[in-house]
């Protein structure tokens, strides 16, 4: 959505060039035993957040949480 009062564009402020949206897929593996990790996962759902900030721009989101014990 937009602000009304702020025009048509978001403006950037401090660069001297256009931004553009990027996207990836971040993964991140914690080596903690089978247990900790399902009530990780099950805090991280019953938080009822669907989205969080990822540095100082970044909105991420979690699409999966696999508790299963990783492999050397």
Known sequence: FLNPLAG????????????TKASGKLEINIAIDREKAKEIKRLIENAGVSSFYLGKKGLSYVTDIDTRELRN
């Open 8 to 19: 048509s564009k978001k403006k950037t402020v401090g660069t001297p060039f256009p931004l």
